[in-house]
């Protein structure tokens, strides 16, 4: 099926398995940002240390994911309403446009606050992703391999902690222009090089018929035997590794092996990405066996105001750990205590907002507003 058809019946505009996979998304993400802003210390049970290990830069790669199946889901309802291709394109085009210019400029500002900001990337993804919209499976794959092979190259020959600050608070150069230009190409933390293969990825799944339960436990297999693999193989194969041939070669090596988010080495993309469609497909088995529980109703309506969450976990979020004297490297336990207490009350929130009042997000209504949808021609 090609992006310019109508929205077929079996994909409706919201899909409630995408709106819950970013509420569990969004949870994690309180975890680890919670954690880097408070730079907490290690300090904690085994479990514990290792979950969050597991979920940092995971958790933003999923959300990425999720906002290419958003883009293709976009394409699909404005294919739907237009009166021809030639209208369709248009539209979608100018609408990829408008809101990655919003989601930058709006990105921008909040950097200033929140120096690792993911908005102002979004605002790039965003129309670096039309020419997706018309390539096949293959030519995706491509672009993908594309821009990994550009990444490590620039890897190899450049100094990727460049610029970079000891606290996530401080935005080291990042006002600087060369600053800038590198944090936005290379070594950002959601810097183009390589992180536009997720949201590649995702357009690419927007295409899946989820419909199928077939489709959605392939989806869940193979990202979870994926992460397995990558997870567990490569830090085999590190450990293995001769000390001596790793020191030597250590860029190389590290670059072939780690799963680690910083840097994003072709290990840790592909072992993110099968994550993210891990996620994907459980979330969406489990909207389809239980679309009425009120778990996953609440669920899908956090997830629907994920962006509103996104900038208050930067504002209250950080006021509140200031407010509780933890912003000094506590324990990771309390870190974590904070980013549960956080979570709550947004479930809370949506469960007003959202399942009560039946509205968009406060943030979300804005871009609504800022960047309608084409009406139909």
Known sequence: M??????PLHIPRRVAGVDVARAVATAGMLLVNFRYATGA???AP??????????DGRASAAFVVLAGVSITLLARGVDAEADSPHHARRAIRRLLLSRGGVLFLIGLAHAALWPPDILHFYGLYLP?????????????????????????????????EAGWSESVLDSGELWTPIGFVRDT???????LLPWLSFVWLGVWLGRLDWSRPATRRALLACGLWGLLLAEVGGKLLLHLLPESTYI????????????????????????AACGAVALIGLCAELAQRWPRAPWLR???????????????HTTLGLAMLRALGWMDAPPLAWSCAAAAAFYAASLLFAWAWGLRLRRRGPLE???RWLTPHPRRR
């Open 128 to 160: 670096l992703s039309l020419w997706t919209l018309r390539r096949s499976g293959l030519g995706i794959a491509l672009g993908i391999a594309a821009v990994n092979l550009a990444f490590n190259t620039l890897y190899l020959a450049l100094d990727y």
């Open 185 to 191: 190409l290379f070594n950002g933390y959601h810097a």
């Open 298 to 312: 609440l669920l899908q309506a956090t997830g629907q105001l994920s962006f509103t969450l996104y900038i208050a």
């Open 248 to 271: 030597r070669h250590y860029r190389l090596w590290d670059m072939i092996l780690s799963t680690d988010p910083f840097p994003p080495t072709p290990l840790y993309v592909f072992n």
């Open 41 to 43: 210390e290690l300090n």
């Open 2 to 7: 090609t992006p310019t058809q109508p929205l």
């Open 365 to 367: 209504a804005l871009m």
């Open 46 to 55: 085994r479990w514990l240390k290792g979950l969050v290990s597991l979920i």
